[in-house]
């Protein structure tokens, strides 16, 4: 296919969900609402979960809303892979995919039902009613979005609160995920019940986060999202001092393949130093959207990003205009002429516990001492607002774990991910 072409794909289940579209087809952009005449909707596809997905059959009269997507033709067969047992179909306003076989004797997973009504709803379509199944798996799963990012923070602060050997993400750090997302590598936001949620990456990494209140179960809704995943993908950030949840997972037939390293500052213990920095150089709060592109070339330059500079600004603005951003922790350190050399985010939570996130510093200021200073700085504002204990995770090499260390930080342990070993 040629380079930079596109094709255009209508959808009309669960695809129209831009999520779940964009883990399958990264490159879909939305084009808009349609409707194809000639057929009706009706959730009679078999699917290998065992349960009915949403088809399309050709009609007398009849019509179907969906939604439309521009996708490069080089996906067309990620398109395809994704849509099992389905035939591809061309209609009047694009490419879509329909069932000729026999009906399914069984109906919808609730879950899945939910999906397509969030999606339709977000468009303002109609769906087809359904008498929906309980998914035998993990009952009660629904999609999730940034209407629901207070519960899954609550869950979190919980848990965070509750201590004990299970790991937590930080609230704030599924605040910046949520809004700071990158689109190369969309996240699937599930949530069951008030107790538990899930976040499944489809995109080539596969991981799984998986959290719950103290003392939920959390195998259920990880069995559920690996199936999501075909059985390929990862659990992520499984505490080593987990035995409980590494014995579920080892009974699996799962095994560690990947470690990050937590560190923690207890802030009532320890004294925070006060940050020392080179002449010209001075540590305050990023100062409005104007600096915003300066900002993200720090960034840019201190991961090594390969996104592309315009599309890097613009989910850096996305974070700064989103509810969960608090300008006064968006820190730098900046030369006298604006440059900036070092950025920190640290978040706050009513459990007492901060975390850092993201840190870092541009390639042409390391070994200044601009990041020490940054994260000492940090440390204090932490400690004024009322913290007990900062938290920060690395998946770096040697030379950032020696860095934590000699700025103070304590190593608490490995957060392992597990996964299913590859074959021989």
């Given at each position: 296919m040629d380079p930079g072409l596109t094709f255009r794909y209508f959808a009309y289940g669960s695809n129209m969900w831009g999520p779940q579209m964009r883990s399958r087809c990264p490159s879909a952009k939305l084009v808009g609402k349609a409707t194809i005449s000639g057929w009706r909707a009706a959730y009679d596809k078999p699917s290998v979960d065992g349960s009915a997905k949403l088809n399309i059959r050709p009609v007398a009269e009849g019509s179907v809303g969906g939604v439309l997507w521009d996708?490069?033709?080089?996906?067309r067969e990620l398109l395809d892979l994704a849509e099992p047992l389905y035939d591809p179909v061309d209609t009047e306003v694009g490419l879509t995919y329909s069932y000729a076989g026999a009906p399914a004797d069984v109906g919808p997973y609730d879950w899945y039902v939910s999906m397509v009504e969030r999606a339709a709803e977000q468009h303002g379509l109609p769906v087809p009613s359904a008498c929906t199944l309980p998914d035998p798996l993990a009952q009660g799963v629904r999609p999730a979005d940034e209407s629901d990012l207070p519960l899954l923070q609550d869950i979190l602060s919980?848990?965070?609160?509750?201590g004990g050997s299970r790991y937590y993400s930080h609230p704030g750090e599924l605040g910046w995920w949520m809004y700071h997302?990158?689109?190369r590598h969309p996240f699937l936001w599930w949530v069951q019940g008030e107790d538990a949620f899930s976040i499944v990456d489809r995109s080539r990494d596969r991981e799984i986060f998986v959290f719950g209140r103290p003392g939920k179960p959390l195998m259920p809704l990880v069995e559920w999202s690996q199936r999501l995943l075909g059985g390929r993908g990862e659990v992520a950030w499984v505490s080593e001092q987990d035995p409980e949840l590494e014995s579920d997972l080892r009974k699996r037939d799962l095994e560690p393949v990947f470690s990050w390293i937590a560190?923690?500052?207890d802030l009532d213990r320890h004294p925070t130093p006060e940050p020392r920095l080179p002449e010209g150089w001075s540590i305050r709060a990023v100062n409005g959207e104007h600096e915003a592109d300066?900002?993200?070339?720090?960034?840019?330059?201190?991961?090594?990003?390969?996104?592309?500079?315009?599309?890097?600004?613009?989910?850096?603005?996305r974070f700064m205009r989103s509810p969960v951003y608090m300008a006064e922790r968006d820190l730098v350190v900046v030369r006298e002429d604006g440059r900036i050399g070092a950025f920190?985010?640290?978040?706050?939570?009513?459990?007492?516990?901060?975390?850092?996130?993201?840190?870092?510093?541009?390639?042409?200021f390391q070994r200044m001492g601009l990041g020490r200073a940054l994260l000492h700085h940090a440390l204090n504002d932490m400690k004024a607002?009322?913290?007990s204990m900062a938290r920060v995770t690395?998946?770096?090499?040697?030379?950032?774990?020696?860095?934590?260390?000699?700025v103070g930080f304590e190593n608490v342990g490995r957060l392992r991910n597990w996964a299913l070993p590859s074959a021989p």
């Open positions: 996708i490069d033709d080089e996906e919980e848990g965070l609160a509750a997302a990158d689109d560190y923690e500052w300066e900002r993200r070339r720090a960034s840019h330059a201190a991961f090594e990003s390969s996104m592309d500079p315009q599309t890097h600004l613009e989910r850096y603005l920190v985010v640290w978040w706050a939570d009513s459990s007492g516990i901060a975390q850092i996130e993201p840190f870092g510093t541009h390639p042409e607002a009322g913290m690395t998946d770096e090499p040697r030379a950032a774990n020696a860095f934590y260390s000699s």
